[in-house]
């Protein structure tokens, strides 16, 4: 089992960068493909960005792709998404996710472990 807090949310103007980090418990973290998700007031929760057990396999969703990077260390048990040229509409709360397998997967209902978010508001 692992526990996920996440950090390093807050706000932010259009055009600027913010870093969250997921910290988590527990000495298998390296056993967890990971991923960050968001959820904007009134929609679902959406998949963000993903990175496998080793780090060697990565994904975008498209909307973000070019502007934020997902990345893991495993010695110090987190991952990270740098998000840079935020957008207005990249307003949510993040969330970090955990999985037990080699490979991340794009859907929420994948992921057995979450962390309580972080907000991130961008102003226009």
């Known amino acids: 089992q692992v526990q996920l807090v996440e950090s390093g949310g807050g706000l932010v103007q259009a055009g600027g960068s913010l870093r969250l980090s997921c910290a988590a418990s527990g000495r298998t973290f390296s056993s967890y493909a990971m991923g960050w998700f968001r959820q904007a007031p009134g929609k679902e929760r959406e998949f963000v960005a993903a990175?496998?057990?080793?780090?060697?396999?990565?994904s975008y969703v498209d909307s973000v792709k070019g502007r934020f990077t997902i990345s893991r260390d495993n010695a110090k048990n987190t991952v990270y998404l740098q998000m840079n040229t935020l957008k207005p509409e990249d307003t949510a709360v993040y969330y970090c996710a955990a999985r037990n397998y080699a490979t991340y997967a794009y859907a929420s209902y994948a992921y057995a472990y979450w962390g309580q978010g972080t907000q991130v508001t961008v102003s226009s």
């Open positions: 990175i496998s057990r080793t780090g060697d396999s990565i």
